[in-house]
């Protein structure tokens, strides 16, 4: 499957009376592309997987598939107890996605092999990305077990382990040189310098949501936007537990695109946090203009 360039993961708009937003999900990925992602992930962890229901989930994933038209891959979350994971993602196919973002399972956790097989049972529904965080924490010998599983084509990390990174790409590599990996940390562009030093190219941009501007210009080399955005928006990310979502779905609102709030148990920025967010991004696109 082709991915490349930068992955985007649009958030997931509720309205005024915390429904689904389905027009303001379909504009938002519609001006995501205007500015030509590799890939877009709908209803994933910036999109508050966690926080759907499973008819909401393939409504989003449906808007996504009929925006994006085939230009580009579509995946969907899928994840959690097996059950649901099933019907998430045969939601996701039948709703025209063309792969998976499988979430950790949780509560229940068993062996290796318990794991595969979990993992197996909804690739066979459709190709699947594992994402390594929480409590999926894989050496290089289970995830050289997962990539010849038929269906699952690639590892997302969340983990942040170089060490172990290194030697899970060195090992799967030499039996499958095609399988994917991805830096899935909340502010990949941060440390996709030390991804890419150990093969690792392809990453999660939640900034790609609010500012693909930005986003597009560290791609293309701006350096200047670690320091001068990207470390104080790592900064500002850190100071409330889930604002690696909460921020990003302000930065859409402060972009022009009333996406709505956060679900509980995430919760909005303080005003505070708020203006220097706004000034982040002004920060920011003015270096990736200049």
């Known amino acids: 499957m082709n991915l490349s360039g930068v992955l985007f993961f649009p958030v997931t708009p509720f309205d005024a009376d915390g429904g689904l937003a389905e027009e303001v999900l379909a504009e938002h990925i519609r001006q995501g592309m205007e500015h030509g992602p590799g890939g877009v992930f709908v209803a994933c962890g910036t999109g508050e997987f966690s926080a759907l229901s499973e008819a909401e989930h393939a409504r989003a994933v449906r808007v996504a598939a009929e925006v994006v038209g085939g230009r580009v891959p579509v995946f969907a979350g899928a994840g959690g107890p097996l059950g649901t994971a099933l019907t998430q993602a045969r939601a996701a196919r039948e709703a025209g996605a063309d792969g998976l973002l499988l979430m950790p399972p949780y509560l229940a956790q068993g062996p290796g092999h318990g794991f595969a097989a979990y993992v197996a049972a909804v690739a066979a529904e459709l190709p699947v990305i594992v994402y390594q965080r929480g409590s999926v924490v894989l050496e290089p010998e289970a995830v050289v077990e997962l990539a010849g599983l038929p269906g699952v084509i690639g590892l997302k990390d969340g983990v942040g382990d170089i060490d ?68 104080p928006l790592v900064r500002l990310r850190g100071k409330v537990p889930g604002y690696p979502v909460a921020l990003v779905k302000a930065g859409v609102r402060l972009r022009g695109l009333d996406v709505g709030a956060v679900r509980p148990p995430l919760v909005e920025p303080t005003e505070e946090h708020l203006a220097e967010l706004e000034q982040l991004i002004k920060t920011g696109l003015e270096l990736a203009a200049s």
């Open 164 to 231: 172990r990174m290194q030697r899970i790409v060195l090992a799967v590599r030499e039996t499958y040189p095609d399988f994917l990996f991805f830096n899935g940390l909340p502010t990949a562009e941060l440390t996709m310098p030390a991804y890419r030093g150990i093969g690792v190219e392809l990453y999660s941009s939640a900034v790609f949501a609010f500012a693909p501007e930005i986003a597009l210009a560290y791609l293309n080399g701006d350096e200047r936007l670690l320091t001068g955005f990207y470390a």
